[in-house]
């Protein structure tokens, strides 16, 4: 059973796994499940490398003074630093000037300093994303809303202690208060609540609340016109080394293929410094629009684990939320489907 909106949809992406349920079927109360054992998780890996007693002290230390140089200066220039996995080296991705660069990443203790002269300096600029597309309620996850002018993706369901039901996305797309509207326009997404975000609230997050509808623990699959969905099976911490993350947003549909290069990645974009966040490299990037889409890990049974929601991306490296801090923040724990 499809969903059909005013415009007629078109299925441009083959559907990962078999159509799911209409949504009518989605209203069930979706439970909390029992955390599986380690081995079980999907995304467990083990990466290539892991960061030495150096690499780890250079990228704190760097992290630390490019995060206080933004707080003083404002975001005059993007940085984005993150420790490799694949390669065992720092990345650092800036367009700041090189003489300002060097400043940021002087460090003292030896071993530190020879990590960062031994790190991967890209000249780029990353970007806050901003940009499926007439969704209906119950809502799914990586569906396109608004408030009139910037558009973003809706990540995933959660639950707090009351009860009440809440969509996640990037804090960078709405302030407070605002009444977010599918991608239409034809309706009403939610109210924005709870948000955290650098410039607004000085704390170094990219997300925000969406709740007053009905949200439901299901995923978009397919591409950006698709009317099929996956269930979601739990949420956790992303695994540095795994090879086949994806997410879920309104300009690129589903795609997968992601690496996790780092959990403890640091991004700061015109809406200021996020840390700690997850860094991702491969598969079809993310792009502009897909901002606050899911990220997560799909098991055996074509289920999505919720890692995240994307941030920023300089159309290489891809930038998440953590679901962890979204969880700890809020108080909030997913909804299943």
């Known amino acids: 059973m499809f969903r059909f909106t005013g415009a007629a949809l078109a299925l441009t992406f083959a559907a990962l796994v078999a159509s799911a349920p209409a949504h009518a079927a989605d209203d069930k109360k979706a439970t909390e499940p029992t955390p599986p054992a380690a081995e079980k998780l999907p995304d467990r890996a083990q990466a290539k490398f892991a960061p030495t007693a150096g690499q780890a002290s250079a990228l704190k230390a760097i992290q630390g ?9 404002g975001p005059k220039f993007t940085f984005a630093t993150h420790f490799d996995s694949d390669a065992g080296q720092i990345v650092i991705d800036s367009d700041a000037p090189r003489d300002l660069l060097a400043q940021l990443t002087r460090v003292e203790d030896p071993e530190a300093r020879d990590a960062v002269a031994k790190a991967q300096i890209n000249e780029s600029k990353t970007e806050d994303v901003w940009h499926r597309r007439d969704d209906i309620s119950p809502f799914w996850g990586g569906a396109g809303i608004t408030n009139g002018s910037g558009i973003c993706s809706a990540g995933y369901a959660v639950r707090n202690a009351a009860g009440a039901v809440f969509s996640v996305t990037a804090g960078h797309c709405f302030a407070n208060g605002t009444n977010a509207l599918v991608e239409s326009g034809l309706r009403s997404y939610g109210t ?52 086949n993350y994806c997410h879920s947003g309104r300009t690129t549909g589903e795609n997968c293929g992601h690496t996790a290069q780092d959990t403890s990645a640091q991004v700061c974009t015109q809406t200021g410094c996020k840390q700690p966040v997850i860094s991702f490299t491969g598969g079809n990037m ?30 290489v490296t891809g930038y998440a939320q953590p679901y962890t801090t979204v969880a700890s923040q809020y108080g909030v724990s997913i909804v299943t489907g």
Request: avoid cysteine; hydrophobic fraction near 35%; charged fraction near 15%.
């Open 65 to 73: 003074q490019i995060a206080e140089y933004v707080a003083k200066t």
């Open 192 to 243: 924005v609540s709870g948000r955290r975000l650098p410039t607004v609230t000085g704390q170094p997050m990219d997300m925000e609340l969406v709740g007053g509808r009905t949200y439901v623990g299901r995923v978009y699959t397919g591409g950006v016109t698709s009317t099929t969905s996956r269930g979601v099976a739990a949420a956790g911490a992303a695994y540095e080394g795994y090879t």
């Open 286 to 315: 993310i792009q502009g629009g897909d901002s606050g889409g899911a990220f997560y890990a799909i098991d055996s049974a074509g289920r999505a684990w919720i890692r995240g929601n994307t941030i920023a991306t300089n159309g």
